[in-house]
C-alpha cells in the first residue's frame, strides 16, 4: 500500500512538471511571434515614413495573412485600429478593444526640427493547449526618429498631459 500512495505521488508531481514545462513552452513561443510581428509593423512604419492610409493597409494585411487578431485596449490618446475594418483608425475609446494601438510623440529639438516617433502597442494571447486562452498581454515598440513623417494629418502628436498618464 506505502508503495502504491508513493507512486501515485510521483506520478502526480511528474504530470504538474510536465504542464509546467507546456505551459512555459507555449508563452514563450507566443511571446516571440508577438515580438516579430511588433518588430515588422515598427518596420513597415519605417519604411513609410510615418502613417498614412498606404501604411495602414500595409500593417492590415500584414496581420491578416500572420493570423495576428489578438485584441485589447488602446492607451488614452492613442488611435486604435481593426484590422477586419478597412483603414478604420480612430481616438481609442476606453472600453472598444482594437488590433493594434499607434501613438505620435513630438521629438522636436533646436537642431532637428520636424521629428516625431511612432509608440506600437500589439497585443499577445497566452493560450495552452488544454485549458485555452488565459489572458493577454500588450507588447509595446517604438520606431526610430523620423524626420518630416509623412502622416497625411491622420495621427495627431499626443500631448504632454497625456503622455504623463
Not at 504542464?19 to 507555449?26: N, W
Not at 500593417?59 to 486604435?80: D, Q, T
Request: hydrophobic share 35%.
Amino acid at each position: 500500500m506505502r508503495e502504491t500512495i508513493g507512486g501515485t505521488w510521483l506520478t502526480q508531481l511528474i504530470i504538474a512538471f510536465m504542464f509546467v514545462f507546456v505551459a512555459f513552452l507555449a508563452l514563450s513561443i507566443n511571446y516571440s511571434k508577438a515580438f516579430r510581428v511588433k518588430n515588422e509593423v515598427l518596420s513597415i512604419i519605417e519604411k513609410h515614413d510615418g502613417i498614412n492610409n498606404d501604411t495602414i493597409k500595409t500593417i492590415n494585411n500584414y496581420l491578416k495573412n500572420n493570423g495576428h487578431i489578438e485584441m485589447g485596449f488602446c492607451p488614452r490618446g492613442s488611435y486604435g485600429i481593426i484590422v477586419n475594418e478597412f483603414n478604420n483608425y480612430e481616438p481609442s475609446v476606453s472600453n472598444k478593444r482594437y488590433n493594434y494601438c499607434i501613438s505620435k510623440l513630438n521629438s522636436n529639438t533646436l537642431n532637428f526640427p520636424n521629428r516625431s516617433y511612432y509608440d506600437v502597442k500589439l497585443f499577445l494571447k497566452f493560450n495552452l493547449p488544454i485549458i485555452g486562452n488565459i489572458t493577454t498581454f500588450p507588447i509595446e515598440g517604438q520606431t526610430k526618429d523620423i524626420s518630416y513623417p509623412i502622416d497625411d494629418g491622420i495621427i495627431k502628436y499626443k500631448s504632454k498631459l497625456q503622455n504623463n498618464s
